[in-house]
């Protein structure tokens, strides 16, 4: 009956802990637009508690490890942490978009968490490029990857 109680319990709790793997994001997007910026997450084997997310745009291929200029942010905490439900936050455009028309973008995104039962504090960085068009967008596009730690811990590609 013991093992089947510690059984139950790892199961639940296997549940109730995730952590943010990615960024979704429109695959065009227009100058002065709101759009869903929908962080992607995952089970994980112990509990994140994630602190905020920062964004900004610069034209591609980006700048290694930096988000760019016209960052946005936004606070997550725990009601938007440890959840394996994608968490989507509502962003806009930049009006500057306008002097990159037709061109590709980076939508560069940190994210600072606090992992485990210690609060081990991390921040991880994703990349997902979109191209700024006139009109509305249709379909999404994803970040491919994610890399925790700051320049130094990280080889440049």
Known sequence: MRLSTLTTTLATASL????????????????NA????????????????????AWGFSAAPGYPYSLGPFTE?????????NTREN????????????????????????L?????ASGGPTVTNFNATFKVVEGTW???TESEGFFTGTSVD????
């Open 73 to 81: 942010s936004a606070y997550l905490g725990p009601d938007k942490s």
């Open 34 to 53: 709101s759009f869903p910026l929908t962080l992607l997450t995952e089970g994980y084997i112990q509990s994140v508690a994630d602190v905020a997310v």
């Open 87 to 110: 968490i989507t936050l509502n962003a806009n455009a930049p009006a500057q978009l306008q002097n990159w028309m037709g061109q590709d973008v980076v939508l560069s995104a940190s």
């Open 112 to 116: 600072m968490s606090l992992y485990g």
């Open 138 to 140: 249709t379909d999404m």
């Open 16 to 31: 109730a802990t995730a952590r943010i793997i990615g960024i979704q994001i429109p695959s065009t997007l227009s100058p």
């Open 154 to 157: 990280c080889p440049r590609a």
